[in-house]
């Protein structure tokens, strides 16, 4: 059984460009959800996916969106990105209780 | 106010000691509640679940007080492996979960 996935692992972009993050979800997992981490903080939730909708969203601006594919993996996209953009994100995915994470994608935005 | 609020610490405690952290949370339609733990640079990884009932894995007892809205994580016979930030997380329904801000816990030689 294969966990859950990110890539790229490092990330480095300027201020206003944009970012997709990419997720491939626990086998057999149909919900997959966003997290933004920055330092000394807990994750934050950005939006949950399941079975290719849009299925809640946290107070995160328009430009953050994102996808998920039918065989429930998903992508982060943000534009415009900005310098507090910079963060740990990290995908979690889901079956009905309990998440399982990825080891995230470190973005830095200079 | 936070879904959930956690004193971020820093715990520094000796090797043996037994140390307790709690969280406290806002929305009472909170259902499950969970400890991650979570290593430097690393993603979280579930610790154990919360139950009212309380429980226990081996050193470790999480109990959840659902009239006071808060949940406790007790750790006992400190290790030097459980050197880590803990954070706490609520979830409504099948929905997303709510992070603390963790508590970073160092345990000295």
């Known amino acids: 059984e294969t966990g859950v996935t990110q890539s790229p692992t490092h990330l480095i972009k300027t201020r206003g460009q944009q970012v997709t993050l990419r997720c491939s979800s626990q086998?057999?997992?149909?919900?997959v959800s966003w997290y933004q981490q920055a330092l000394g903080q807990g994750p934050q939730f950005i939006f949950q996916y399941y079975r290719e909708e849009e299925n809640g969203r946290g107070n995160f601006p328009p430009r953050f969106s994102g996808l998920q594919f039918p065989n429930y993996s998903s992508e982060l996209n943000v534009n415009a990105l900005e310098l507090d953009d910079s963060a740990l994100y990290l995908c979690?995915?889901?079956?009905?209780?309990?998440?399982?994470f990825g080891s995230g994608t470190r973005l830095t935005v200079v | 106010r936070k879904e959930v609020e956690q004193d971020p610490g820093p715990f520094n405690v000796p090797e043996g000691a037994t140390v307790a952290f709690n969280c406290t949370y806002s929305?009472?339609?909170?259902?499950?509640f969970f400890w991650y733990r979570q290593d430097c640079r690393k993603e979280p990884k579930l610790l154990m679940s919360v139950y009212s009932s309380g429980n226990e894995d081996g050193r470790f007892t999480a109990q959840l007080n659902r009239a006071s809205q808060y949940i406790s994580l007790l750790i006992r016979d400190s290790k030097l492996s459980d050197s880590a930030t803990y954070l706490c997380a609520g979830q409504t329904g099948a929905n997303n979960l709510f992070f603390g801000t963790g508590t970073r816990l160092t345990v000295i030689p």
């Open positions: 086998s057999g997992h149909n919900t």
């Open positions: 979690a995915s889901s079956l009905v209780y309990g998440y399982t």
């Open positions: 929305n009472s339609a909170s259902q499950s």
